[in-house]
């Protein structure tokens, strides 16, 4: 089984969803009142979430590792898309808050 394989179902759902246009579908893995932090800032409720996506470009991502740390599961994946720097590997999604049907609480950072 590979790391990606081992990842948590909600983790390979969010990256499945993440490079496609927005739908409910993606907006559906975060609970009401979930955090997204991206370039330092936060984005707190489905609403912001929802703005932050409008604001961002689409970008495909290819996870290079998967680390399951106490604070919970860290990603980390080289994304392309349409934006200075293209590709950029090293980027983290730390996801240190969620269970099967959530996410509450995503950080973004290299």
Do not use: K
Not at 48 to 70: F, G, K, N, Y
């Amino acid at each position: 089984m590979t790391a990606t394989q081992a990842t948590p179902a909600i983790i390979r759902r969010y990256f499945a969803l993440a490079g496609q246009p927005d739908s409910e579908d993606y907006f559906a893995l975060f609970a009401e009142d979930a955090v997204v932090e991206d370039e330092s800032n936060e984005h707190r409720g489905i609403g912001a979430i929802r703005q932050w996506r409008r604001a961002v470009p689409l970008v495909s991502c290819e996870i290079t590792d998967v680390e399951e740390t106490p604070a919970g599961t860290v990603v980390t994946a080289t994304i392309t898309g349409d934006f200075p720097g293209s590709p950029f590997a090293g980027l983290r999604y730390r996801f240190s808050d969620y269970d099967d049907s959530a996410i509450r609480v995503l950080r973004i950072a290299p």
